[in-house]
């Protein structure tokens, strides 16, 4: 267990629709960071929040949004969604200053 | 840009064999990583490097973070079954990027 909690665990949706991932950081970690990994590919950054705010934004689409709440859990909006949205979803957390980041488990997101 | 280009893509290996692996960019970063993932988890932080010229052990893992800045290496020296599983290098200036991957399989 990495201390870094991501749910649900697997995701099977229609196209057109809207979903919301949730990640808890590990304990004292400010930093939030969701990254996208298509099959077989590396990890696209998509959107970092340091105690809600947004700190830095990839390549992440307008149909994607995401927020840093207040207890520093973190929600990924991906609405209208394609075919091409099924992917593997990461949610990793640091604390500040350091440069190693903790992942989650993921979110397997199947659009059907 | 600040792409990470990764290679090999893949490697077959007989358990007991050094494997080697690395990571190039024509871009400049302050720190570079390098991750396991294994299937259906997240990535695992291995090895972090700091600063350039930097050689880090962790195990049979070595790392370096090059000269220029500009690339890194990864060593696992005497490899085991369990050492299977998808090597990430990372590398950070704002944000973290990571290359492709190098997928290894240990035949026993």
């Known amino acids: 267990d990495s201390g870094v909690t991501q749910t649900p665990k697997h995701l099977i949706t229609a196209t057109g629709q809207r979903v919301t991932l949730r990640c808890s950081p590990r304990s004292g970690d400010l930093s939030v960071y969701w990254y996208q990994q298509s099959l077989d590919q590396g990890l696209q950054f998509l959107i970092q929040?340091?105690?809600?705010?947004?700190?830095a934004k990839g390549n992440i689409l307008e149909r994607f949004s995401a927020q840093q709440f207040p207890d520093l859990h973190s929600e990924l909006n991906l609405s209208s969604l394609e075919l091409g949205d099924s992917a593997l979803y990461f949610c990793?957390?640091?604390?500040?200053?350091?440069?190693?980041?903790?992942f989650g488990s993921g979110t397997r997101l199947t659009v059907v | 840009g600040q792409q990470l280009n990764q290679s090999p893509q893949s490697m077959f290996i007989q358990e007991g064999e050094d494997v080697s692996m690395n990571c190039t960019s024509s871009?400049?970063?302050?720190?570079w990583l390098w991750y396991k993932q294994d299937p259906g988890e997240g990535p695992v932080l291995l090895i972090a490097l700091y600063k350039a010229g930097e050689l880090t052990s962790n195990g049979r893992l070595t790392a370096q973070f090059g000269i220029t800045r500009k690339d890194s290496f990864l060593n696992i020296s005497a490899s085991i079954p369990s050492d299977v599983g998808i090597y990430f290098c990372?590398?950070?200036?704002?944000?973290?990027?990571f290359g492709a991957g190098t997928r290894l399989t240990v035949k026993p």
């Open positions: 990793a957390s640091s604390a500040s200053g350091t440069a190693g980041y903790t």
């Open positions: 929040y340091y105690n809600g705010e947004e700190r």
């Open positions: 990372a590398a950070t200036l704002s944000t973290m990027r």
């Open positions: 871009s400049i970063f302050n720190t």
